[in-house]
């Protein structure tokens, strides 16, 4: 019974009894960036957030995007029942850690990687680590690698005379193509671990294995005598070396000793990874792991050195497994004796709500003992290889539930629908046309393979609007398609040609692919519309709603 005379109760009957939107939370500017002083009521704090969230694009028509919004009503309740449980805490939650810990285990061994023996479990080793992820799955596989790579060095170097140049210039690269996703550049540059990236072209979107083992098989002075005779590839390697290793920017002003080192070092003693993606961000294409791996095993036989590939298969994991059964188109697992860790993203094509990848390992070795952390202060004794510490519990939970739940067939049946579905966007993708040109899009990506359609304008082609024209008109309509521009040369300023993409998600239904490519076809009837040109008598073009401003002035010039 509330008590009318007591003022707080007076103040709370007021509260409850104001409707919402008269509050003056709604009348008021809203400074987004102070903490106020005074509490407000929950009810309308939390219309005011609706408000705002629902201007976002819905998931459901944000095409760009692969992760996942829509899972089993029965995995919200344990995603709601597990809201508060901090998952790094494993003495406290034994259970919640053992399911926790079995989601790479079960992955792990399906990747075809050694199981956790006995000892290894004893001894607190891991094959394999839940992330928020795939960036911190990545990240975590690349700081394993760079380690191995300074303990062999160190095994190498410790007890012999080994001349001091080496102690002085010595430390790893990565080596990759501009394909990979860009929490690879990030890694390079928060852990500052110098990167070798290819560039791309028209010709090849994906890391070219003969280009890998050209330069890893140089020595530093290759790749500055390479770079004199103007190879770009080999320019831009060693501008990465001289600063990286502290080298003359003109190796030949070098000291002898100098001089000496970069003859002998080779940059198959130097890089530590070779990175590789199932799946790519850009184009929906498998970089070539099987061609990669066999050009690693030969410098392997031929030099000594051993280079392990991380494969980033954030978006192709849980898919390839069904569209390349038995791995009978290519390999990409472990069963390919370089590849030494694998990434996949749960809250992609795992079908987990954001906040859930993997990282496994080909064995236990795989993570140096060194790296996995004894925490001792919860309690309890675990072990713990992340980059944060603490996180929900819930997406670990909702990951675990999925395979559990859906089992192999159970993903296969959902994610091989979804890759016809990518078959059937891209069948008629390429029909979309206009009175000129006829067809207008060239498909670019795997579809056979992948659930992602990535198209450009076919070569040839003659319009006069673009991409990113054509992604904004149908915005209108309410679809996200994003248009952006491949990575050629520079992962920061995008130079290559625009493309469009749809991850073919669960959700993107034959239905709504019908409704899309509708209104794509309408779009561009309205674009070619807006944009019909008028030609000068010397043939040159002019669009027709520039018409008015275009005055012939004599000898076919037009001002
Ligand atoms: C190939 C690839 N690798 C890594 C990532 C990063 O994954 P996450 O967003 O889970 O950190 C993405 C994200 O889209 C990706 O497509």
Redesign the pocket.
Known sequence: MLNTENPKTLVDVDNYLTPTYARDYFTVPNDDLTIEQESKDPRTVQQGIFNRIDLDARNSSDLGS?ICDYMDPECDEIVKRAIGKVYIDHSEYPQTSALGEAVPAMIQQWYGGTPLTKAGENNHRIIGTVT?????A?MLALIAHRQNWYDAWFEVYKNSNADSEQWIHDRPLLMYARD??T?WNKYSLYYNVPALVFNLSDDNYLIDPAQADKYLRMSIYDVFSAAVNNDETAGRFYEVIQQELRLPQVLTNGTTQQIAYAKNRYLHQLVCCVGG?I???FTGQGDPIEELNNVLAQIRADTGSFIPIHV?A??GGFVVPFTNPDEQDFKWTFTLPHVSSINV?N??FGMVYPGC?TVVFRNEDVVRPELIYKITYLGGNFTDYTVNFSRGSSMVLAAYYNLKRFGLNGFEKINTQCVANTQYLAGKIATVSDSTNGNLFTVISDTTHYPMVVWQLKSGVDVNWTLTQLSNLLQESGWKLPAYQLPYTSSEVPDGPYVMRVVTRQDVSAEKIDLLVEDIQSAVNTLEAQSAFIVSPEGKKFLRKEQKRVAYVGSGDYR
């Open positions: 692969c928020i992820g795939s960036s911190e990545i990979v996703h929490c993606v799946g790519t961000t980033d954030a978006s993203s809250h992609k990848g």
